[in-house]
């Protein structure tokens, strides 16, 4: 529990430097997760401290207790046995599985290359094929360990929780992204788009850590372009959620 609760507060502690909502913290007997009040708007270089901040209390808490063991202030049995459990915190967390720190990670670097929601989506298939590797590993070496099992449960029912909510979750990533504060953004990035498509499937396209300009163009040929501000207004102040982008053309 210990170990568990140094790793959480190293993501809470980098969060609040960097002025993150943090709406709580939880310990449980087989892991423990801090939950922020932020919906993917910050830039990903912190969200990538953030997360990396918790398996990296793993080091230091290791080099204590070697310094300890070597001193001769901690026996060689309480030694191993702290190392076991530091180490197996430590690589279990970085499992590319959702919503594990490797989990995570996995979806900063899908970030990069592909929209929010694309973004996730892979996030999900690529965490459901590694979590049901961890099944068969489990079945094969250690069926019998309840621990083992109670995680599965809960990596299954997170992972399924995630699923059902995608859509909400990309809502509330565009939602944070015109209501909420988000860092000054240096990347533009244009989408290309057809008069004729909605504007709910642009909004789709919008990218981490990107600031979009929407050219507007009919049968190829570019009849206008627009901020993304507008379509995000467009969609939550004027409540435009089945209009087309053409739509906008003509009015503005």
């Known amino acids: ?95 590319p599985i959702w919503p594990l720190d490797g989990g995570k990670l996995l979806f900063i670097l899908f970030s990069n290359f592909w929209s929010y929601q694309k973004a996730h989506f892979h996030m999900m298939i690529s965490s459901l094929i590694f979590l049901g590797l961890y099944v068969v590993s489990t079945v094969l070496f250690s069926p019998t360990h309840l621990n083992m099992w109670v995680i599965t449960t809960f990596l299954i029912y997170s992972l399924y929780h995630e699923h059902k909510n995608r859509m909400y979750s990309c809502l509330r990533f565009l939602m944070e992204r015109y209501y909420g504060k988000q860092a000054s953004i240096n990347h533009i990035k244009p989408i290309v788009v057809e008069e004729n498509e909605l504007i709910y499937d642009v909004l789709l396209q919008f990218q981490r850590g990107c600031k979009h300009l929407i050219i507007v163009e009919r049968d190829g040929v570019k009849i206008s372009q627009m901020d993304e501000n507008e379509l995000l207004h467009a969609y939550f102040a004027d409540k435009l959620t089945d209009s087309k982008i053409g739509d906008l053309v003509y009015a503005y």
């Open 1 to 95: 529990m210990i170990i568990i609760f140094v790793h959480e507060m190293g993501h809470a502690i980098s969060a609040h430097f960097f002025s993150w909502r943090i709406k709580n913290i939880m310990l449980l007997p087989f892991g423990g997760v801090a939950e922020v009040d932020e919906h993917g708007n910050r830039s990903l270089k912190e969200e990538f401290i953030v997360v990396l901040a918790g398996p990296i209390q793993h080091l230091w808490l290791q080099g204590t207790v070697f310094l300890l063991y070597f001193f001769g202030f901690v026996n060689p049995d309480d030694y191993q046995l702290f190392s076991f459990y530091n180490m197996t915190i430590l690589l279990f967390n970085l499992l």
